[in-house]
């Protein structure tokens, strides 16, 4: 007798295919099996099994093998594919794929921890603030917390705490972090902790290694899985908790299709399981501090630093009119620390962005009176262009604010800044940490364990110095240049701008009282910059909530973003024109098509770039609206054209 399955393949198609299998074999839902697909080999994950063959007119093609001696996606995790696939925009095979482990199956013997290590570290004696928090996690009714603590006030204990009496009471824990890279000593702490039943997974493994994982996970022998972005598909079984450290971290959503939010689906899961959903930050993300101010979340604070420090003074420095990027107060403040004995760490922006109208007399910048954007200034066109409505103006010799004739488009290239640094100090030793530094094996390790010891003077940095890296000797942060996230062209730039001065400076001082941060800017009186440098976190969210609610943005307004992109610019225009056009034509009540206009980034590696935001107060009823338009659409030969629902950023 032949048997029929069903295979979700990863193709960008709404469909599954049906192939046949003798009955002899022995598989069932959720495992994978390899086929052919138009003569290609892939694999794919088996959706159903049935015996009658499909009314179709041409020959249903026998599998090659079965891949797995036992699923590898449960039941539930079939239907959560399913739900990322609609909500996402994908094909469930895509989602099946992106969410699973890539390697066959192999034993590798023993997990990353020894496994009788003893549970040496104990649990530290709580604060008030923290056995609040634990207390109301552990005892509330809700599916959602937010643990909302300035740096170093002790988050990750209350986190720990909370993990611990879920795992006693016999349920799984998954803890998502921004960047395990970053997160060693994390794991090392919750690895002598908790024993034999943590289990991480991480991008470096190999796929082999990854399933591995799974299989453990699956099992129930791993209990407590840490991870980064992807570890939320984790085949956990009994969700008790989901802990999401620094939720603010872009890192949580996916740059490629299809484009998740590692917390949306957390949010989904903890749902699913009536499990919990606990988020951390000192700086939450717009929406989710609109949540807790709507008592949608329940909310804790911490508001004192349990390591000794306080939080250290911020200096905000005007760099208008000043030649160097690095200002006498900062120069004095640098000497200063070394001779004290300590450490700086200097946080260079690395999105910096040189093509923005700008007055250097008073710092005045030219944003869409539609949007409130910044205006991007194209050389070749000679024009300044808004990239969210497509509004576009002849450029300005005059600075609309002073009068000034001293305007321009530059800025500091990072490449500069640190030539001048190193110029500058030429006697102290001076290291950088960012991606491109850190691309060989142990670098990044050899890096920081040289600043631990002292051996570095100067840490130069980009993002990654930002993120939870925690030195004791570190007195001074310095922040080079704060405006370049402001001038990107997006709704966020505010918020990124005060998250990333609030994070820096929290790497300063932790464990004695007077560590110092320095923020050079050339728009000293803007709220972000002037709010974080004074610990105004409300004041600044207040403000910014208010804003996008005049502006029509997130929260109150959710986007989906279409991208097009192809080698050939009028091919690609013209699909975007063409879906605009198709979508203005029956646009529902409530929902707002803009563009198509260039990206603010036009080309990438070649591929010219176009997007229509559609934006609405009604995710659902717009989301239904563009799952219609999706599957009608016809396709223009090379263009792709890819969906961000609830883009991070527009560029
Ligand atoms: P956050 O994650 O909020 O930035 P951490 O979790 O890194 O803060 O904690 C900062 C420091 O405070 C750590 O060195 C931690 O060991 C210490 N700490 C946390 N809770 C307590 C406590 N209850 N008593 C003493 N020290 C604590
Ligand atoms: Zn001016
Ligand atoms: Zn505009």
Redesign the pocket.
Known sequence: MTEFIDVALPVPLDEVFTYSMPDTIICDIGFRVEVLFRSRKMTGFIVKIHDSEPAVNFIIKPILRVIDTQPLCSPYLLKLGQWIARRYFCSLGEALSMMSPGGKQERTPGGLFAENEPAVQDD????DE?MAAVHGILHGKNSLYYVQ?????????VFLQCAKAVLEQGSSVLYLVPEIALTHQLIQDIGTRFGPIVGVIHSRLTPSQKLEQWRRIQSGEYRFVIGARSAVFAPIEKYGLIILDEEHENSYKSGMSPRYHARQIAMKIAGDHGAKLVM?S?TPSVEAYHLMSNNNMMAFK?TR???GGHLPAIQVVDLKGKTSCVSPELIAAIHTTKEEGHQTILFLNRRGFSYFFHCKSCGFELVCKRCSVPLTFHKNKNRLVCHYCGYSTAPLDVCPECGSLDVGYSGFGTQKIEEDIRATFPQYSIERLDTDSVQKKGALEHIISRFKRGEVDILLGTQMVAK?L?FPNVKLVGIVQADTSLKLPDFRSAERTFSLITQVA?RAG?YFGDGKVIVQTFMPENDAIRLAANYETDEFYCREIEMRRLLSFPPFFRIIRIVFRGKQIEKVREAGNLYARALGSDTPPGVEILGPSECPIAVIAGNHRFHILVRSENFSLMHRFIQHYRTQMPQSRGVYIEFDPDPQALI
């Open positions: 530290l004696a709580l604060s923290q603590g300035i740096t170093g006030s002790g988050k990750t204990e951390g000192a911490l630093r349990l390591s939870g925690n929290g932790r």
